[in-house]
């Protein structure tokens, strides 16, 4: 017999994963077509900055994902922990996605076994998974299959454990029952859009990658940080939470995370800016094994500590006195 959406669900629960939903690949919604609109417009106003890779014209349609896939399974793993960035001006801060393991690896073993559970050639019944690792709408997938919504920060929220999840799917050949889409529920709170430093929130939903301190402290290859994200870092070394820790759903529902693997490495919650403003290939090699850090290369760890450091001083310097 072919797997039930009811067993398809048992399974990733069994595996370890915190919410499943399932959504159908069919012809595309009113739903999906407005989220390729929402895609193609952020493309045109220049928000993915250098990620080119943004624009692969499969990411507005799934189908060509995967010609043969019938369903989506849409998952997602908690990764929150209860420490606390430091307030300390010499440490740095790093987003709490990058604390532990690296959460493709973590998610592609789940998935993968997920897969082998529910293959069968002699069926026909194929697979494809994906953790960020190809052309598809994460967030946009994961509400469809019931998942949560994509708030206004452009983050998902799940209401069980707000944003702090990893999301992933599995596509596959079989036609499963279906989940509702989840529905919004940012309502008329606009805290994110008020608190990011940066402004890289241009509207509910949209973040512009080129004022986003995340962007800038990972994806950007340049010697030098612009100086209207440098100036306003904060101590944010590698990616930044400001948007999601402000959220009342995360005040208010985020719950410790029971993987092993997303436990922060030492060194994580609080680094020493000046250890990472002269870090050397030996040292990052030490510090981020099997880390998503790693795409943070030691020449960009340098730029962005010594990027910290400056505007810390700039921030906490008093004015110079009066001319007598
Ligand atoms: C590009 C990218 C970034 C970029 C751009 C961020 C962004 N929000 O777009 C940068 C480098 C800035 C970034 C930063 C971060 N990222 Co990122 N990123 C992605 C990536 C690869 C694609 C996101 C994307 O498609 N953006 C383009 C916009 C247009 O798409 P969208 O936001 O999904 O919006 C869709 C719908 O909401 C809808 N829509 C949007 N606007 C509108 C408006 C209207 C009117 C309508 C009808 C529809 C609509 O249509 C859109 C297209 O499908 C995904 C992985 C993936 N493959 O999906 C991870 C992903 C979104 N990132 C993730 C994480 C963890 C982060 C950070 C939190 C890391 C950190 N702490 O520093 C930050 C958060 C910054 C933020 N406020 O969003 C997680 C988010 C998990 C979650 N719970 O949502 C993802 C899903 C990776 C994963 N698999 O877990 N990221
Ligand atoms: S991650 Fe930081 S800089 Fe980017 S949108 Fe959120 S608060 Fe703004
Ligand atoms: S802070 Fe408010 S507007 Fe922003 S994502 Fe959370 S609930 Fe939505």
């Known amino acids: ?3 039930t959406a009811a067993q398809v669900k048992a399974q990733a629960i069994a595996l370890g994963f915190h919410r499943v939903g399932i959504a159908a690949i069919a ?3 009113p ?3 407005a989220s390729q609109v929402a895609l193609q417009q952020w ?3 220049g928000y993915q900055a250098d990620m080119a890779w943004m624009a692969n014209p499969k990411r ?3 189908r060509q994902v995967m010609p043969e896939a019938r369903s989506l399974i849409a998952v997602a793993l908690n990764y929150y922990t209860p420490d606390q960035h430091s307030a300390d001006p010499n440490h740095g801060k790093i987003a709490r996605y990058g604390w532990g393991r690296d959460y493709h690896r973590v998610m592609t ?5 997920l897969a082998q559970w529910l293959n069968d050639p002699e069926k026909g019944i194929q697979t494809r998974l994906y953790v960020d690792t190809g052309p598809v709408q994460d967030k946009f997938w994961a509400q469809q299959a019931g998942l949560g919504w994509v708030a206004k920060n452009g983050n998902l929220i799940t209401r069980s454990h707000g944003s702090w999840v990893f999301l992933g799917e599995l596509l596959t050949t079989v036609a499963l029952a279906t989940d509702a889409p989840h529905t919004a529920h940012c ?3 606009t805290r994110c859009l008020e608190a990011c430093p940066t402004g890289a929130i241009v509207a509910p939903q949209v ?4 004022r986003c301190i995340a962007y800038h402290t990972i994806e950007n290859r340049a010697e030098q940080l612009p100086e209207p994200i440098a100036d306003k870092l904060n101590g944010w070394v590698a990616g930044c939470d400001i948007c999601q820790d402000v959220c009342p759903w995360n005040q208010r529902f985020a719950q410790a995370t029971d993987v092993p693997d997303f436990q922060p490495y030492p060194g994580n919650v609080a680094p020493a800016l000046s250890d990472l403003a002269t870090l050397t290939e030996a040292e990052w090699h030490q510090r981020f094994p099997a880390s998503a850090l790693r795409r943070i290369k030691p020449a960009m760890w340098r730029r962005n500590a010594k990027a910290a450091i400056a505007s810390r001083h700039q921030s906490t310097e008093p004015d110079p006195p009066e001319p007598v």
Request: hydrophobic letters at 30%.
């Open 60 to 62: 507005q349609d799934i």
């Open 207 to 210: 973040v512009d990658a080129n």
């Open 31 to 33: 739903a999906e077509q």
């Open 187 to 189: 309502g008329t709170c």
């Open 1 to 3: 017999m072919t797997p």
């Open 109 to 113: 073993t789940k998935l993968k076994a």
């Open 43 to 45: 493309l045109t106003q």
């Open 27 to 29: 012809d595309p919604t």
